[in-house]
C-alpha cells in the first residue's frame, strides 16, 4: 500500500482552505510527530550518537550524510523536519460540528479584523458616553493628553500577526485613523490600556550621541581621539591641548605629506571654526583612498576629537556646518550596456 | 423528533409575534416616514399610504401585516436551529446591528460585501462551509444608494430573504419584505429590538421541547 509519508509541494500551496481539510486533520498531524521523533531516534541510533540529545542541527548533518545530493535548490534536496516546519499552520475550521460558525463576524470574510474595528468602536461611543456625562455634570473635559511622541503605532505586519489574516493597506490605515480620532477625544485616557494594546515605544531615536571626555596622558596633557572616513581612506587622529598647531600624519609633517594647499586648508577648517588655530597638536594616521579622501577623512576625525574640548552649543554649530557628518559620496558602479557611471557609448544616427 | 418540528407549522403565529408590536409603536418610531416624492421607487406605489409636502407616507396597517409574517417566519427559521445573517450597509447603524446579531447569538456583515461571499463561498471559506439560512436586510441599500448585491445572491442560492424596504428601495427579490423608514436611529433600534426578542424567544421555546421531548 502506498503510505503518504509528507507533502513537498502542498506545503508551499497559498490557498490552503482550497486545498481539502482531510490531509491536515489533527489526528493526521498527531501521526506524522509521533513518526517523526521515531524515525529520529533510528537515525540517531544509525549515526551512533545518543537519541536523547539528538538535535534537529545533528538530524539536518545525518541527512546530508546519508542521502547527499547535488541539486541547487536547498528546498528539493532531501529533508527531515518537525511536521509543524512542514505543514504550514492552518487555520483551524471555523465552524462548529452543526456547520454554525463560532465567530458572529465569520461571514464577513475579515473576521478578526472586523470584530477589532467593533470592539474599537465601541470603545469610541464608550469614552462619547463618558464625555457627555461629564458634560452633563457641568465638570470641564480632562485636558491631561497622552504623550504620543515616544511612541508609534503598530506596523501592518505586526497587525497581520497579531490577527492572523491578511489586511489591505487600506484597512490598516482606517483602523490607525480610528485609534488616533480615539486618542485625539479629550476623555480619552480612560481607554488608555487598550490604546497600548497597539502602540510601540520608540526609545532608539531618542538616544543622543554620547560625546566622550577628555582623556589625560602622562604630563597631565589632555587629549581625545576621533575617527574618520571618506571614499575608502580612514583616518584615527588624537588632538592635545596646549599645543603649538603641529600637525603630524603617518609619522610625516603635514607640510610634507600634503603638498598641496587645498589638503592642508581642509585640515585647518574645524580649528578655524573654532577660533583653536594654534592651541592644539594632532597626531594622525590615515590609510586608503586618494590625497583628498585621505584629507576629508581626517578632517572628520579631528572635528570629532574636538567635540569633547567644546561646549555643546559650538559642538551644535559644529554640526550645522557640516563638519560631523559622514560625507556618503561613494565611486558609482559602471553599469553593463554604458560607458561609465553616467556616460553612455556615442550614439550614432545610423 | 417529528412533533418537535411540525407542530409550529400548524399555526399561523405559533409564537405570537403580534404582541412585540403595535401600531402605536410603530409611529412613534418614525417607521412611517419616506423620502420625497422624487426618490420614490415604482414598486413601493402600493405600499405608499401618501405624500404630504412632498414626503411620501408609508402605509403602517400593510407595514404590520408584513412584520408579523417577517417575524414570525425568522421565528420560524431560528426556532429551527437556522443560521440568520443581519446586513446593513448604514454606516450609522453598523455598531447597533453587529451588537444585536452578537447578542442573539446569530451573524451579522455590515462591511464592504465581497463579491463571491454566497455564490463563491466554498473557495473563500472552505468546502464544508455552511450557508445562511435566512438573510435580514436591516437596509436594503448599498453606500451607492444602489440595491444590495446580497439580495441577489441570496435568490441565486435559494437563501429566503426578509428586508426592511424604504420608499427609494426595490422590494421585488425580497422574499418578506417590511415596507418601513430604514434613515431614523429610533426606526432601527425598534427593528433590531423586534428581531432581537422574536429570535431569543424562538430559540428559548426550542430549548423547552427539547427538553420536554427528552423527559418524554
Redesign the interface.
Known amino acids: 500500500t502506498l503510505r503518504l509519508i509528507y507533502t513537498t509541494t502542498a506545503a508551499w500551496k497559498k490557498?490552503v482552505?482550497?486545498s481539502?481539510?482531510e490531509k491536515y486533520t489533527e489526528a493526521f498531524i498527531k501521526k506524522q510527530i509521533e513518526e517523526f521523533n521515531l524515525g529520529k531516534r533510528h537515525l540517531a541510533n544509525m549515526m551512533g550518537e545518543d537519541p536523547e540529545t539528538f538535535t534537529q542541527e545533528d538530524i539536518d548533518r545525518a541527512i546530508a550524510y546519508l542521502f547527499p545530493s547535488g541539486l541547487f535548490d536547498k528546498r528539493a534536496r532531501p529533508m527531515m523536519k518537525h511536521p509543524t516546519e512542514i505543514f504550514p499552520e492552518q487555520r483551524k475550521?471555523?465552524?462548529g460540528e452543526?456547520?454554525?460558525?463560532f465567530h458572529?463576524?465569520?461571514?464577513?470574510?475579515?473576521q478578526s479584523y472586523?470584530s477589532l474595528m467593533?470592539d474599537t468602536?465601541?470603545k469610541l461611543?464608550n469614552v462619547q458616553k463618558h464625555q457627555d456625562q461629564l458634560a452633563a455634570q457641568d465638570l470641564p473635559p480632562q485636558k491631561e493628553k497622552k504623550n504620543l511622541v515616544g511612541s508609534r503605532w503598530l506596523t501592518k505586519t505586526e497587525l497581520e500577526e497579531m490577527l492572523l489574516e491578511k489586511l489591505s493597506d487600506d484597512d490598516y490605515s482606517r483602523f490607525i485613523q480610528l485609534l488616533q480620532k480615539l486618542v485625539m477625544m479629550p476623555c480619552g485616557n480612560i481607554e488608555e490600556n487598550y490604546i497600548k494594546k497597539f502602540s510601540r515605544e520608540i526609545s532608539a531615536q531618542l538616544q543622543k550621541v554620547v560625546i566622550e571626555p577628555l582623556k589625560y596622558d602622562e604630563q597631565g596633557v589632555a587629549f581625545s581621539t576621533g575617527e574618520g572616513a571618506r571614499k575608502t581612506s580612514r583616518a584615527t587622529v588624537t588632538v592635545y591641548d596646549n599645543g603649538t598647531g603641529k600637525i603630524t600624519v603617518n609619522g610625516i609633517d603635514v607640510l610634507h605629506y600634503f603638498p598641496v594647499l587645498q589638503d592642508r586648508e581642509q585640515l585647518l577648517f574645524p580649528f578655524q571654526f573654532l577660533d583653536r588655530v594654534g592651541k592644539h597638536d594632532m597626531v594622525c594616521t590615515v590609510s586608503g583612498g586618494g590625497r583628498s579622501s585621505q584629507a576629508g577623512a581626517i578632517r572628520l576625525a579631528s572635528a570629532k576629537a574636538l567635540r569633547s574640548f567644546v561646549t555643546e552649543k559650538e559642538v551644535e554649530s559644529m554640526r550645522q556646518a557640516g563638519l560631523l557628518t559622514v560625507d556618503p559620496r561613494v565611486k558609482e558602479r559602471k553599469k553593463p550596456g554604458q560607458e561609465g557611471a553616467r556616460r553612455k557609448f556615442t550614439w550614432k544616427k545610423r | 423528533g417529528d412533533g418537535l418540528l411540525s407542530e409550529p407549522l400548524a399555526h399561523p403565529d405559533f409564537f405570537n409575534v403580534k404582541e412585540l408590536f403595535s401600531m402605536k409603536d410603530l409611529f412613534n418610531a418614525r417607521v412611517h416616514l419616506g423620502h420625497k416624492k422624487g426618490c420614490r421607487h415604482r414598486f413601493m406605489e402600493p405600499y405608499i399610504f401618501g405624500c404630504r409636502l412632498d414626503q411620501d407616507i408609508i402605509d403602517l396597517d400593510q407595514t404590520m401585516d408584513h412584520l408579523q409574517l417577517a417575524l414570525n417566519f425568522t421565528a420560524h427559521i431560528a426556532y429551527r436551529k437556522g443560521i440568520i445573517l443581519f446586513i446593513s450597509r448604514n454606516r450609522q447603524f453598523c455598531h447597533l446591528v453587529e451588537s444585536t446579531a452578537r447578542e442573539c447569538g446569530e451573524y451579522a456583515h455590515t462591511r464592504y460585501w465581497q463579491g463571491g461571499l454566497l455564490t463563491n463561498a466554498h473557495i473563500q471559506f472552505g468546502s464544508g462551509v455552511r450557508l445562511p439560512d435566512l438573510i435580514i436586510f436591516l437596509s436594503s441599500l448599498n453606500n451607492v444608494f444602489e440595491p444590495h448585491v446580497a439580495i441577489r445572491d441570496a435568490a441565486k442560492m435559494n437563501i429566503p430573504t426578509v428586508g426592511v424596504v424604504d420608499t427609494n428601495c426595490n422590494p421585488c427579490l425580497i422574499t418578506y419584505p417590511i415596507p418601513g423608514n430604514d434613515d431614523s436611529p429610533s426606526a432601527m433600534e425598534l427593528y433590531c429590538k423586534l428581531f432581537k426578542m422574536t429570535i431569543i424567544r424562538a430559540k428559548d421555546y426550542r430549548k423547552q421541547r427539547e427538553v420536554f421531548h427528552k423527559l418524554q
Request: proline share 8%; charged share 15%; hydrophobic share 35%.
Open positions: 490557498n482552505a482550497a481539502g481539510p475550521i471555523q465552524w452543526d456547520g454554525r460558525p458572529f463576524l465569520f461571514y464577513t470574510g475579515k472586523y467593533h468602536y465601541e461611543l
